[in-house]
């Protein structure tokens, strides 16, 4: 028990997360019109983990309960695409106002402290009875810094995600609620709106 308090404290390595230090200067793909088209179009449309974290980027400003405000700085959002799997995860802060005495010493001297948090969804698209196509999500777990979370523990940090989740409401609604196919590949994901035409049965 002591070893996973420990472990959950320990930020998580995301250095290999595509498009976490990307350039400034680099343009940011605008995945907002590219799903509006790829629906009102109805084409396939292929998005990079790059691409998509460098979207997050621009455009996420997050703030959690005004409770914590001043006690709590999210650094960033950065999402792994793997296999039928995304993998969200949140960077905190955790800091305390005025933490500086006359002398320049922290009253508290550990803080400012980073930590990892995150959820993983597993993504699927399966057939459906009336032989059209519906895509699944469920909810394993995810982590606490470098400690495993199971499903119901992630709950406890659940808001955070809720306001990513809001914050990206047209986003979502074009990527996820208006596609017949969603498939999660390794650094990818690929989006399909085009409708599926049951096929006849066979006499």
């Known amino acids: ?36 088209e790829a629906v009102e179009k109805s084409y396939e449309v292929t998005i990079t983990e790059e691409e998509l974290n460098r979207y997050l980027a621009s455009k996420l400003q997050l703030t959690q309960s ?18 039928g799997v995304i993998d969200v995860s949140i960077e905190r802060e955790f800091t305390m106002p005025d933490n500086q005495q006359a002398d320049g010493a922290k009253k508290v ?52 995600f809720d306001i990513i989740l809001n914050h990206f409401s047209e986003e979502v609604e074009l ?8 498939k999660v590949e390794d650094g990818l994901i690929k989006l399909d709106p085009r409708p599926v035409t049951a096929q006849p049965a066979q006499p």
């Open 175 to 182: 990527g996820y609620r208006q596609m017949t196919s969603v």
């Open 109 to 160: 001297g550990f803080l400012p402290m980073a930590q990892t948090v995150s959820m993983q969804l597993e993504v699927e698209t399966v057939d459906d009875v009336d032989g059209g196509k519906k895509t699944t999500v469920h909810f394993p777990g995810g982590n606490f810094g470098k400690a495993p979370a199971p499903g119901l523990l992630v709950y406890v940090v659940k808001p955070s």
């Open 1 to 36: 028990m002591a070893a996973h308090t420990v472990l959950s404290w320990v930020p998580r390595n995301l250095q290999e997360v595509d498009g976490m230090h990307s350039s400034d200067e680099q343009p940011v793909a605008d995945l907002h019109a590219r799903l509006k």
């Open 66 to 83: 005004p409770i914590v405000d001043d006690y709590v700085h999210i650094k960033g959002i950065y999402v792994d695409l793997k296999p």
